[in-house]
């Protein structure tokens, strides 16, 4: 066991953003834990097996991370086997469309919970360990939307813009121990999420893109593995827009 690899949790690791952040810590053989809430092990086992072969240390774990005890257990388990977790990437999230008209309490709930209440639960059970290390990166995944807005998206944008708020004070409270957090804000990328969108919806948003073209998950992986560098290291408290322009 190579104990100078770095260890990594990605929640929601198993496809689109999070699976590409993954490969990108598998290039430097890192140690992965990818927690996921697939309804089945499809998409986490292509994960690992896109993982091993980089000879990278993987294993996926289904957890959800809305509740606050599953993700208490995971970290505890990750701490227990490895000593420490070295970077946590909230990525893990969805969207329940719905004009606040027609928005029922019970979707407004899960979206803040699913998206927001999840960072407050993983960031929680994972700073002490990083406090005591004197070092740690943390990477948020917000939305171009909780910057901007969307209509149909009130719940989603306000959980996206709550990881903003969220993450520089977070920032502020650990920065004395060595510690970074920082978010990522991607504009519209092609991963599952999108897919379920329509064709119109696709056209107006690349109307509005300035680089012309929708993002790829790498162009996302690319800004957070950077900003988990030593290069990044007197970054934080930042949103990083990965949008091709989107907002600027
Ligand atoms: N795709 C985009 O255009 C886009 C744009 C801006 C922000 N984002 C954000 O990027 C992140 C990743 O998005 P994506 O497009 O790759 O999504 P995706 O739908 O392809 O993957 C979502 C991942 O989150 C996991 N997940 C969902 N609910 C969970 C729960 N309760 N507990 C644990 N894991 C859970 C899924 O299992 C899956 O691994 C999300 O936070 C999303 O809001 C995406």
């Known amino acids: 066991m190579n104990d100078s690899a770095r260890v990594v949790v990605i929640t929601g690791g198993s496809m689109g953003i999070g699976r590409a952040v993954a490969l990108k810590f598998a290039e430097e053989k890192a140690k992965i834990i990818v927690a996921h809430y697939d309804p089945d092990d499809s998409a986490s086992s292509t994960t690992l097996e896109l993982l091993g072969r980089y000879g990278?240390?993987?294993?996926?774990?289904k957890v959800d991370v809305s509740d606050y005890g599953e993700v208490e257990a995971l970290f505890k388990d990750t701490i227990d086997r490895f000593g420490r977790v070295d970077v946590l990437i909230n990525n893990a999230g969805i969207a329940r469309d719905a004009l606040l008209m027609r928005m029922s309490e019970d979707v407004w709930d899960t979206v803040l919970k699913v998206n927001l209440k999840s960072v407050f639960n993983c960031t929680q059970?994972?700073?002490r360990s990083m406090v005591k290390?004197?070092?740690?990166?943390i990477v948020n995944i917000?939305?171009?939307?909780?910057q901007i807005g969307n209509?149909?998206?009130a719940n989603y944008a306000a959980s996206k813009a709550g990881i903003m708020g969220f993450t520089k004070s977070i920032a502020r409270e650990v920065a004395g121990r060595g510690i970074?957090?920082?978010a990522v804000a991607p504009g519209y990328i092609k991963t599952d999420m999108t897919d379920a969108l329509s064709e119109k919806v696709r056209d107006a948003f690349l109307e509005q893109i300035p680089l012309r073209r929708i993002g790829e998950p790498n162009d996302v992986a690319e800004a957070v593995y950077w900003l988990c560098s030593e290069a990044a290291g007197y970054i934080t408290g930042q949103v990083i827009h990965v949008s091709g322009g989107l907002f600027m």
């Open 180 to 182: 970074t957090v920082n």
């Open 56 to 61: 990278a240390e993987a294993t996926s774990h």
């Open 142 to 146: 917000s939305s171009v939307v909780g």
């Open 133 to 137: 290390m004197k070092k740690g990166r």
């Open 151 to 153: 209509p149909g998206q």
């Open 125 to 127: 059970a994972v700073v």
